[in-house]
Structure formats: structure tokens, C-alpha cells
């Protein structure tokens, strides 16, 4: 592969997941907006020219929600898979999530760290083994995490076109579409479509530096309004100087350190407020 990340080298990434929904619910009109930050260390656990296998594990994790511009609502369960982990195989061919060993987590939580590890698994294109500006490859289809319940007859396609390369580093394009049969009652749907387009900047020996990505997933439902996903995720390495200082206050605190403050989605606890 082009990419040449050494052996237990680490990095923190910073994710951003911001999803708009409307209508929120059949019954309603209003536009329901979910937030989640995550920061995640990775490491480098296996580097070869033929496979790449990456370990993270969560540092920090938040989310909120709003409904039509309301004051921001904190998801504060999603805090609870702080220190999990998952891996990440990358090949030629594709990149694909790996679970981590451990506890199982329950249903609700589970689905927390599943959406960070797919936006992450995403941010890693399959590479060639040479690189040039103006190639363009594509990969056998791999269903993405966060679809639809009741999801089947998936059909995706994803190309992926390189625009500056130079020695170090390299800027990749990526296009991808999906159309899914829905055979869940409970969401009243019965496809779904999607499109989006993604930008990643690389670097030889880290990987995905900067990554934006735009999409819109679209729940057709027969008998009601169709239901709209438009959703934006960042990705970012965290500054060397962020990161250390970071460290440093986590490191001071002592045994009460500090909590974290900053796809069908989980529920919220009881306590918090539902979208109508």
C-alpha cells in the first residue's frame, strides 16, 4: 500500500458527527439536530506492506441534541463508553471494522461506539500501491455501519479519485451512493437512499490528517412523509501542544479525574428530554 505508518507509533484524533433529522417524528414538523464529539488515541498495532491494524480507544465522548434551535440537551449516556475500544484492518481493498475483545457493552451503548468507529473506518480509503494525481479506484462494497433497522438488499458503490500527491502526502476525493430495502415496521420505511462525497487529506506515515465528509440518507416511507438525514463529519489529528496539555490535567486530577465535557441513534435516559 502507499500508505507506510510504523508499528506502535499513536496519535489523538478528534471526531465530529453533526446529524439533522426532519421531521424528527411522523407527528411532528421539527427538525431534530444530534452532536457528538469524540477524541480517540490510536495505535498502530500491525504495519506491513500488505495490511494495517489500528487500535482506539475513547477518550472523551459527548453529544447533545436540539429540536428546531432549542437550548442544547445533553446525551449524557454517551459518556459511558469512555475507555472503550475497537480496531480498524485496513488493505488494499478495503478497510473494515474489527470489535474489540472485552465485556460486551448493552444495546444503547453499543451503538455510541459503533457510529465513532464508522466514521473513523471510513476516514481510511484503500490505497494503491503507487500514487498518482488524477488516478481513480474503486473497492469492493463494504456495508457501513449506523444503517437503518431492518436493513437488506444493500447495494453501494464508492469511487475514489487522488487530486495533489506529492512524496509525503497525497489529497483523496471520494464519491459513494447506497440504496437499501427497509424491513422494519417500526420505522414505517421501506428504502433507503443515500449519497455524499467525502475529502481526505493524507499523510505517508500517519494516515488521515483531515477529513470531511456530507451526505443525505433519505427513509422512504409510503404512507407518511419521507424522512431526511443530512449529516457533516470532521476528522482532525489533535495538535501535539493540545494533546500534551490535555495529558497533563488529566494526569493532575488524581483518581476523581474529569468526566468528559466535550445511524438509528440511542434513546435517551429517562431523565432526559425525548424529541416529540
Known amino acids: 500500500m502507499w500508505l507506510t505508518p510504523a508499528r506502535g507509533q499513536q496519535r489523538t484524533v478528534l471526531v465530529h458527527n453533526r446529524q439533522a433529522i426532519w421531521p424528527a417524528s411522523e407527528f411532528s414538523d421539527a427538525e431534530l439536530v444530534v452532536s457528538v464529539q469524540a477524541q480517540v488515541e490510536e495505535s498502530v498495532l500491525l504495519a506491513t506492506s500488505q495490511v494495517i491494524r489500528l487500535s482506539y480507544r475513547v477518550v472523551e465522548l459527548a453529544s447533545h441534541f436540539t429540536i428546531d434551535g432549542?437550548?442544547?440537551?445533553?446525551?449524557?449516556?454517551?459518556?459511558?463508553?469512555?475507555?472503550?475500544?475497537?480496531?480498524?484492518?485496513?488493505?488494499?481493498?478495503?478497510?473494515?471494522?474489527?470489535?474489540?475483545?472485552?465485556?460486551?457493552?448493552?444495546?444503547?451503548?453499543?451503538?455510541?461506539?459503533?457510529?465513532?468507529?464508522?466514521?473513523?473506518?471510513?476516514?481510511?480509503?484503500?490505497?494503491?500501491?503507487?500514487?498518482?494525481?488524477?488516478?481513480?479506484?474503486?473497492?469492493?462494497?463494504?456495508?457501513?455501519?449506523?444503517?437503518?433497522?431492518?436493513?437488506?438488499?444493500?447495494?453501494?458503490?464508492?469511487?475514489?479519485?487522488?487530486?495533489?500527491?506529492?512524496?509525503?502526502?497525497?489529497?483523496?476525493?471520494?464519491?459513494?451512493?447506497?440504496?437499501?430495502?427497509?424491513?422494519?415496521?417500526?420505522?414505517?420505511?421501506?428504502?433507503?437512499?443515500?449519497?455524499?462525497?467525502?475529502?481526505?487529506?493524507?499523510?505517508?506515515?500517519?494516515?488521515?490528517?483531515?477529513?470531511?465528509?456530507?451526505?443525505?440518507?433519505?427513509?422512504?416511507?409510503?404512507?407518511?412523509?419521507?424522512?431526511?438525514?443530512?449529516?457533516?463529519?470532521?476528522m482532525s489529528e489533535q495538535p501535539m501542544a493540545a494533546h500534551a496539555t490535555a495529558a497533563s490535567a488529566d494526569a493532575g486530577s488524581g483518581p476523581h479525574a474529569r468526566a468528559g465535557t466535550s445511524q438509528p441513534l440511542p434513546q435517551p435516559l429517562d431523565d432526559e428530554k425525548t424529541p416529540a
Open 70 to 234: 432549542s437550548e442544547p440537551v445533553p446525551w449524557r449516556e454517551a459518556a459511558a463508553i469512555k475507555g472503550r475500544s475497537f480496531e480498524i484492518m485496513v488493505t488494499s481493498r478495503s478497510a473494515m471494522f474489527v470489535p474489540a475483545q472485552g465485556p460486551r457493552l448493552p444495546n444503547r451503548l453499543a451503538g455510541w461506539l459503533s457510529a465513532v468507529a464508522e466514521d473513523v473506518r471510513a476516514a481510511w480509503p484503500p490505497m494503491p500501491d503507487s500514487l498518482q494525481a488524477g488516478a481513480a479506484w474503486s473497492s469492493p462494497p463494504i456495508v457501513p455501519g449506523g444503517l437503518p433497522a431492518g436493513a437488506t438488499s444493500v447495494s453501494i458503490e464508492v469511487g475514489y479519485k487522488a487530486g495533489l500527491v506529492s512524496k509525503d502526502s497525497a489529497d483523496v476525493q471520494v464519491t459513494f451512493g447506497l440504496n437499501a430495502r427497509l424491513e422494519d415496521p417500526s420505522i414505517q420505511a421501506n428504502a433507503a437512499v443515500g449519497e455524499g462525497t467525502m475529502s481526505i487529506h493524507l499523510e505517508r506515515t500517519r494516515g488521515p490528517c483531515v477529513v470531511t465528509r456530507r451526505s443525505v440518507l433519505t427513509l422512504i416511507r409510503p404512507r407518511t412523509r419521507d424522512q431526511v438525514v443530512r449529516a457533516s463529519v470532521e
